[in-house]
């Protein structure tokens, strides 16, 4: 299952949304049978980052989106 694109609006951050959010995600793939959630985030949503860690996610590769990507060192994990 992937996940992808999930975000909070600024002003409902902070309430435990994407905690919740990702907990139903991860409910709903158990649920289901699937193997493995994925996703992807940049090394500059440090905070997406670390929600993900919390909820037991792990960092399994790093990717460039792009030739500019390569060029800023802007690294997908």
């Given at each position: 299952l992937e996940l992808k694109r999930m975000s909070v609006?600024?002003?409902?951050?902070g309430r435990g949304l994407a905690r919740a959010l990702c907990r139903e995600v991860l409910a709903f793939a158990r649920a289901r049978g699937y193997g493995a959630v994925v996703l992807s985030t940049s090394m500059v949503q440090v905070a997406a980052q670390r929600l993900y860690e919390g909820q037991g996610f792990r960092r399994v590769g790093t990717s460039y989106?792009?030739?500019?990507?390569?060029l800023l060192n802007f690294q997908i994990f």
């Open positions: 609006s600024r002003e409902h951050r989106p792009s030739l500019l990507g390569t």
